[in-house]
């Protein structure tokens, strides 16, 4: 049994851990990452010694000590927080984020800090000052990003469960080319304070697990309003495991027209539409609908996120934290500290973002931005009048090589084509595995909600899941 | 060439909260360095603003008080800068939709002739924004440190139309301003500590001209007469500019007050380009009308009002009343000598002519007055009753003021009441005529003026104790 723990779902270890002790969990994903992590990369830093266990409760918490590993744009105080970036290599946080201080709360353990793109800026975790995440699917391919190492630690079964962030897909995509499922919930339904900000109106922490139910159980720890975070909703959090029912009978699920179009891998394209015709013959009604403003998702979020971006940045300066490089004077100081401390991604999100801000040019980019946004929200809008979920694919294609779209930034940004939207409509997404390419590589899909309904994406997420039995496929690693 | 100043003034006002702006940092004065921070405005990586709400409800206050229109949503924007005392260098400000716009602030400057006509100065805008760190220099050797106390402490900044038209004016915008301010109680609008600041945008045109000159804007001010000497420096600067066929160029001067002159930091094409865009970790949100009204519902009698009033309840000329009124105080320290029933006009010219000039000289403010109202009355009264003239009472305050003592005991101890005892005068007038027969019969024979001498003489023989009009009294009817 115990050889196998490092294979447990949450909802397992936390049965197991509540009746015995976390601690051979621990000890077994702690063997297992210095086996692994080697090859894959997924964790930055990790220290068994430095472990934050939960303080003993007299009454049974939640998560039972059970570890959890953080992407490493989420601050934990007294540790190292550096968003896989040379300019905040070696940054302390003085705090925790208000998701470690709900998950220590809940008493889990705090377990290891996961690679990522350098600031969340890239779709495949290549970006990271740190060195390249590998899927561990297939050691020659990228697990996706930004949140890669949360993605590859759960596929890997170096991690039970891991949080993530997504501001245009960054958690969804990586599940997806990993083979796990991972939830951007509504924005604002989790706190952000402590979320080492990209695209403020965008970033949503969510998580990376082995199932739904698992999905849930977290969500249920993280979600609720913080007073901390102005653009946390106070709306009531349900019970997120009492909606998993497996029963679509009667759910409308619409196949955005504008989603299955060239350019979509054809084994994705054939795996989502079987997904779709699984539901069909569970009880659900599946139907065509549209999006139609799709074709400018892509380009208004790099307007617009990148134009939160380069204010977001501003503040790595080199004056109170991270890298300062001496220089002769102050002007020197900045061009040289952002120069070194930054890569190249964030240097081209930080220009891009600088421009589309600047006097002349803010009508014309920004505010058309912001203006097409709202665009595509009302899409949404509409289309959930007539459907209650949307189903589509996570990404065009599978995991890709390392190194394929390092050289074609316009490449890599369109592997987010799909999940960019959501982020837009600051509306709930789960990606969970549909299936698996010729070559063993897994497919996934995606499910999109109304704003705060997420009971009804964990419900058609669980039933597909049971029905396909999809997350019981290991990487043979 | 007669030329005509145009002034606007930019003042950045430090709202008297107890937290910042954004977080529950305290936002006391003269704390040890970087006391007052936490990870929101230090601008720690993850942090998040969250708006203080009494911050807002002083900045609608202040809309108010300057009958501005609220604004229905509250709106906050970034100002993008690299500056060190800028942690996250950018500063949540208000940028196309401050929580105030479009009110007035009427004036009132005295004229050479006398006279004080009220001008109206329109209130562009009064937003929201947080203010920056400081910079240490002094005794630091390789570099500078910064103190970020006072980054994230509220500030609302009050834009006037170019609407003032000399330094006198600008000065006397401030001096109303801060009056309006202080009646508000929303902040204590110290210069010295840096809770109030000017800025000033200042042109010149010729006389009769309709468009505006080229602009410079003029920082660093300590205080309000400094606004007035820098304005008057810069206006005469750029009619020598014009007046020698060159052009004034838009740029930002500092004022050096040891110099007395404006010096040139930037000009317009090295000026930043602060790339505003909406905050987005501050949701807009609606201010009610409800909310606005509850505001408008909580202020207080402000200064004008407060002038009027005594004009019209205590007959003061509009100048005494508007002295009284212009600090908050003092207009409460002379209503607080009416309540120990001291007459109106009386106090009204005591306080002004001798209190303030004792006030001066000691540099001891209003509130902290060693001649509390009542003592102050107490004097007055002494004068109303004839227990002592109005030319002793100029020698009992000053003793009050070092003393601390009532006006009565200064009086009993010193012998100092008036005598009005009319034999005890009548005895000193019959040696006063004899000793001087030539001036009476002067007096006799139609020189008026002579009597002034004769009550002189009267009031020397009595040590200053006579009652000068009974002496006068007296004196008419023995030499009729």
Known sequence: MSDNLHQLTLKKAIEIASKQSAQPILKTLTERIKVLNPRINAFLRFDPEKIFLPSPAPYPLPLSGVPISIKDNICIQGRQTTCASKILAGHVSPYDATVIEKLKNAGAAIFGQCNMDEFAFGSSSETSAFGIVRNPWDLERVPGGSSGGSAAAVAADMAIAALGSDTGGSIRQPASFCGVVGLKPTYGRVSRYGLIAFGSSFDQIGSITKTVEDSAILLNVLAGHDHRDSTSANEPVPDYTQALKRDVRGLKIGLPAEYFVNGLDPEVAKSVQAAAETFKKLGAEIKSVSLPHTQYAVAVYYIVAVAEASSNLGRFDGVEYGLRVPAKDLREMYFETRDQGFGQEAKRRILLGTFVLSAGYYEAYYLKGQKVRTLIRQDFERAFKEADLLLCPTAPTAAFKIGEKMEDPLAMYLSDIFTIPVNLAGIPAISIPCGFTSSNLPIGMQLMARPFDEETLFRAAFTFEQESELYKRKPNL | ?480
């Open chain 2, 1 to 480: 060439m007669d030329y005509e100043p145009v002034i606007g003034l930019e003042v950045h006002v430090q709202l008297g909260t107890r937290s910042k702006l954004f977080c529950a940092c305290s936002t006391e004065f003269g704390s040890e360095p970087n006391k007052n921070t936490c990870p929101v405005c230090l601008g720690w990586p993850g942090s998040l603003p969250v708006l203080n709400e009494e911050a807002l409800k002083f900045a609608i206050k202040v809309g108010l008080a300057l009958s501005c229109e609220v604004s229905s949503r509250l709106k906050f924007d970034r100002k993008n800068y690299f500056y060190p005392d800028l942690p996250k260098a950018y500063q949540i400000s208000q940028y196309d939709m401050p929580v105030n716009k479009g009110g007035f602030l009427l004036v009132e400057v005295k004229t050479p002739e006398g006279g004080m006509p009220e001008k109206k100065i329109g209130i562009t805008r009064a937003h929201l924004e947080e203010d920056a760190g400081k910079l240490l220099h002094e005794g630091i050797k390789d570099g500078s440190l910064v103190d970020y106390n006072r980054a994230g402490m509220p500030l609302l900044e009050i834009v006037s139309e170019p609407d003032l038209r000399s330094p006198e004016e600008a000065y006397a915008y401030l001096v109303s301003l801060k009056a309006i301010l202080q009646y508000l109680e929303v902040s204590d609008c110290n210069m010295e500590e840096g809770s109030l600041r000017c800025d000033a945008n200042i042109s010149v045109r010729k006389k009769g001209e309709t468009q505006f000159g080229t602009r410079a804007e003029i920082k660093n001010m300590n205080s309000f007469k400094a606004v007035q000497k820098a304005a008057q420096y810069e206006i005469e600067r750029q009619i020598n500019v014009l007046e020698n066929h060159e052009r004034v160029i838009q740029e930002t001067r500092l004022w050096n007050e040891m110099k007395g002159q404006t010096f040139s930091m930037r000009s317009k094409e090295e000026a930043h380009d602060y790339r505003y865009f909406p905050e987005p970790d501050l949701v807009p949100f609606t201010i009610s009308r409800e909310t606005v009204e509850a505001i408008r519902q909580t202020l207080p009698e402000l200064p004008a009002g407060r002038a009027k009033r005594f004009m019209k309840d205590y007959a003061l000329s509009q100048y005494d009343a508007f002295v009284l009124v212009q600090e908050k105080n003092l207009g409460d320290y002379y209503e607080d000598c009416l309540k120990e029933k001291g007459n109106a006009k009386l106090v009204s010219n005591w306080i002004q002519s001798e209190l303030l000039a004792l006030l001066n000289a000691y540099k001891v403010s209003i509130e902290k007055s060693p001649v509390k109202p009542k003592d102050l009355a107490g004097l007055v009264r002494l004068i109303e009753n004839n227990t002592i003239s109005g030319k002793m009472a100029k020698d009992v305050l000053p003793a009050m003021f070092e003393t601390g003592q009532s006006a009565e005991a200064i009086v009993k101890e010193k012998g100092l009441e008036q005598v009005s005892d009319t034999k005890q005068i009548e005895a000193i007038a019959d040696r006063v005529i004899q000793a001087n027969p030539k001036v009476a019969d002067d007096f006799r024979t139609g020189k008026k003026q002579a009597l002034g001498f004769l009550v002189g003489q009267i009031m020397k023989e009595s040590k200053g104790k006579a009652n000068p009009q009974l002496a006068n009294q007296i004196l008419e009817q023995k030499l009729k």
